[in-house]
């Protein structure tokens, strides 16, 4: 059922054959903590290169899902393959080709960035090829960073927006060719913020890093990625880029002007006939022109909010 | 093979960091000022007193004991506060993610928690022999003894640290579940006190546990040979330190990689966030 690019409810969907050129490849993932389903039945294809945002509600499974492609949390059951292996069996050379981006919060405070990324950094050596050298080389990976400066300070003393950056270096050190990051830019100010979105920017142009990584920052799943996924009532509700999300929801978009010195607002599905009536009604008094197509956040509320509607009533059925 | 060679180097590097970066902060510098200044307070106020039946003075004779004592506690205590911190902190999670990297997270923590019995042992042994007649080891023999005890010490005594510090539910915990049973076998163990003093049943479980072993292997280091007269059936039994050392630190070989496999398979992301707002909420 893939309609512009979307895929509405996954429900309906027949079960799409594994993918052999994805890097993450994931069929029917569910995950259960007693009797509490916390994915009941994810889908969803990385494909190399590519930079996927997945975007949901608090306790949705986001970090859930994340964890059991990065191998640390056994899945109920369904099938994953990330870069060819099962990462519940992944050995010690699929960890070297797999970078994490880890929240951490008090670790290493009497190291400095410099020392801690050239101690982490030399696991990676044997791993090293002609093709891949690992790890990064630590003064670059720094200037990347930009920690430069605070190379040789306490980690204990950097800020906390200076301590993610040092999380990144971590997670990107052994020049990975795919990396999770969850929810990178928690906590972030708008400048380390944006810095951020270059520095993934770069991964992913120059080093052609495949990336997955989750937010609740709408603008930065639509500033950073290809394509963007939502997970909502344990599954996967939509997949495609930002605009064909947009388009394909919340089509309302809304007319703003002026006529006369007096404002007006109207909200439409189709904004081009009502311009153009608007136009021939009054001509050039209509001043300040404005037409805005629903922004991302509100496809967001819509979808989220459609999906988890649509549920209750299933559930009440169940119980009775 | 080699790969997890290269990770065990990798260990010794970050143990090593660990320790210059130990000593270089006050924090571990005032601890381990206080701990020495301690010990040589409570042996100065006892300086002249003589233990009963023997011409030795009771510095002499619970100085070895004290430095055994202190350092089974110390590489005990070390480890099973720093993994259960680690744990917490995101640290442990950070290695899980490396090829090989808790094989270097594992080293890290044995190189840095037996060298840091080192300033703490000086800190003591240093002043004692300045301040105290008759309580430095007695010619070669006694050093040879004195290292054999200490390494056999070591391999009997860290692993139980890092065991504990993976079965603990959290660091604040650490208290209860491993400071305060390490304190009653230290208490019972003949370290102050004669092991004799005490009744036959808690003399039995005191020779269970390494800390007894490491007091006696080291008085015998420290001692002259007449003083072995002041022990259980009046022999240093050296062998016997040997063997109950070396058999500790078999079973601990054993036990600690699996109980560290464990520890470690459940560690993820979201555990670090559940221990990072619980440190946040310490009233529950």
């Known amino acids: ?320 | 093979m080699s790969l997890t060679l290269h990770a065990v180097r990798l260990g010794v590097r970050r143990g090593w960091t660990e320790f210059l970066n130990s000593v270089r902060s006050p924090q571990d510098q005032g601890f381990y000022v206080f701990t020495g200044v301690a010990t040589l307070a409570y042996l100065w106020f006892n300086r002249a007193d003589r233990v009963e039946g023997t011409t030795l003075l009771y510095p002499t004779v619970a100085l070895p004991s004290i430095l055994g004592a202190l350092v089974a506690f110390g590489v005990i205590v070390g480890p099973a506060f720093a993994l259960a911190m680690e744990r917490e902190d995101g640290t442990l999670l950070r290695h899980k993610a490396l090829p090989h990297g808790m094989e270097g997270y594992v080293t890290g923590q044995l190189v840095f928690h037996s060298l840091s019995a080192a300033p703490q042992f000086l800190l003591i042994l240093v002043p004692s022999a300045l301040l105290f007649a008759d309580v430095m080891p007695s010619g070669a023999g006694g050093w040879l003894t004195l290292g054999w005890v200490l390494v056999l010490g070591l391999m009997a005594t860290l692993p139980l640290g890092m065991i504990l510090g993976s079965v603990v539910p959290s660091t604040q915990k650490v208290g209860t579940w491993g400071m305060l049973p390490v304190l009653v076998v230290t208490g019972i163990s003949g370290i102050f006190v004669p092991v004799q003093a005490l009744w036959g049943w808690v003399q039995t479980v005191a020779q269970v546990f390494p800390t007894y072993w490491i007091g006696l292997g080291m008085r015998s280091a420290f001692l002259p040979d007449s003083a072995a007269s002041l022990e259980l059936g009046g022999s240093w039994r050296t062998g016997q330190v040997a063997l109950v050392l070396l058999a500790w630190a078999v079973a601990g070989l054993l036990v600690t990689p699996v109980v560290l496999r464990r520890m470690a398979r459940r560690q993820s992301g979201s555990q670090v966030a559940a221990a990072k707002d619980a440190a946040m909420q310490w009233v529950r």
């Open chain 1, 1 to 320: 059922m893939r309609n512009g690019g979307v895929a509405m409810d996954a429900r309906q969907d027949p079960v799409q054959p594994p993918d052999d050129s994805a890097v993450i490849t994931v069929r029917g993932l569910r995950m259960s903590y007693g009797a509490h389903a916390v994915l009941t039945g994810v889908d969803l294809d990385l494909h190399p290169g590519e930079v996927v945002c997945l975007l949901g509600p608090n306790g949705a499974g986001k970090t859930t899902t994340i964890e059991v492609l990065e191998g640390f949390r056994l899945p109920s059951a369904g099938h994953v393959r990330v870069l060819g292996t099962d990462p519940a069996q992944a050995d010690d050379a699929w960890r070297a080709r797999v970078g994490v981006v880890l929240q951490s919060w008090r670790d290493h405070a009497r190291w400095t960035p410099r020392r801690l990324l050239t101690q982490l950094g030399g696991f990676y050596r044997p791993y090293s090829t002609a093709t891949h050298p690992r790890p990064y080389d630590v003064d670059r990976l720094l200037d990347t960073v930009g920690l430069t400066d605070d190379a040789d300070r306490k980690i204990a003393t950097l800020s906390g927006g200076r301590r993610r950056r040092l999380d990144v270096a971590v997670g990107i050190v052994g020049r990975p060719e795919l990396l999770f990051l969850d929810e990178p830019t928690a906590g972030f100010d708008p400048q380390a913020r944006r810095d951020f979105h270059d520095l993934v920017h770069r991964l992913s142009d120059l080093e052609g890093t495949s990336i997955l990584l989750t937010t609740h920052d709408l603008g930065e799943a639509e500033r950073l990625a290809d394509r963007i996924l939502i997970l909502a009532g344990g599954r996967i509700v939509a997949d495609g880029s930002a605009d064909a999300l947009t388009r394909q929801v919340a089509a309302t978009s809304e007319v703003r002007w002026t006529l006369h010195g007096e404002r007006f607002v109207h909200a439409t599905d189709e904004p081009t006939p009502f311009v153009r009536r608007l136009f021939q009604q009054h001509g050039d008094d209509v001043a300040d022109l404005e037409v805005h197509r629903a922004s991302l956040e509100d496809t967001y509320i819509a979808m989220v909010a459609e999906h988890e509607s649509a549920r209750r009533p299933q559930l009440a059925e169940v119980t009775r």
